[in-house]
């Protein structure tokens, strides 16, 4: 069975743009979650995604978004880039609510 | 505010030692404990995943965990350098509304 997939693995934005990051759940696994992940301040969560319904949201700024397509399928967007989004952002995939499976991550530096 | 607490090491063994590593937890409704081990530079691999006191083994790794002392650890036994990572515990309440709340990790370096 294949595993958590993310796109794109690496990206390189100036401060202001926005990004969009994909994540495709192992097969069969309907809630998504994301992480943020920095030397300073460990792993943060984001968002989860159950379903295509929002259900759970970290302490981040309005500027992080996200959303589940049918297929479980997952984005999350940051507008209006800072450099202190430079970050591993990854997802996460769970079968029962309980044990994630993290994918490799996309690494975002803002420059 | 939940917390999971970890030391940040680095915790040194020599090879073929038993490694142990902590974890103290702050929500005493917390149901489910897991451990992960991340090499630097990839994500997070989950090793473990406990729900009752006392002892859960897998191979060379036993997690245990007490539930009355806050507290949850992973013990790695036979150390081999492939195990040197970082190794985070992460906290979850009961049902699907919870979100796990993670360690800052601590550093395993597993000698020759």
């Known amino acids: 069975k294949a595993g958590v997939t993310q796109t794109p693995r690496y990206l390189i934005k100036t401060r202001g743009q926005q990004v969009t990051l994909s994540c495709s759940p192992i097969?069969?696994?309907?809630?998504v979650s994301w992480y943020q992940q920095t030397p300073g301040q460990g792993l943060q969560f984001l968002f989860e995604?159950?379903?295509?319904?929002?259900?759970n949201k970290g302490n981040f700024p309005g500027r992080f978004s996200g959303r589940q397509f049918s297929n479980s399928r997952s984005e999350m967007n940051v507008s209006t880039l800072e450099l202190g989004d430079s970050a591993l952002y990854l997802c996460?995939?769970?079968?029962?609510?309980?044990?994630?499976?993290f994918g490799p991550g996309t690494r975002l530096t803002v420059l | 505010q939940k917390e999971v607490e970890q030391n940040s090491g680095p915790l040194s063994v020599p090879e073929g030692a038993i490694a142990s590593l902590n974890c103290t937890y702050s929500?005493?409704?917390?149901?489910?404990f897991f451990w992960y081990r991340q090499y630097s530079g990839k994500s997070p691999e989950l090793i473990m995943s406990?729900?009752?006191?006392g002892d859960k083994e897998d191979g060379r790794f036993t997690a245990q965990l007490n539930k009355a002392s806050q507290y949850v650890s992973l013990l790695i036994r036979d150390s081999q350098p492939s195990d040197s990572a970082t190794y985070l515990c992460?906290?979850?309440?009961?049902?699907?509304?919870?979100?796990?709340?993670f360690g800052r990790g601590t550093s395993l370096i597993v000698h020759p």
């Open positions: 929500d005493r409704v917390s149901q489910s």
């Open positions: 406990i729900y009752s006191n």
């Open positions: 996460a995939s769970s079968l029962n609510l309980d044990e994630q499976f």
């Open positions: 995604y159950f379903s295509e319904t929002q259900r």
């Open positions: 992460a906290v979850k309440g009961s049902g699907g509304s919870y979100i796990p709340t």
């Open positions: 097969s069969g696994h309907r809630s």
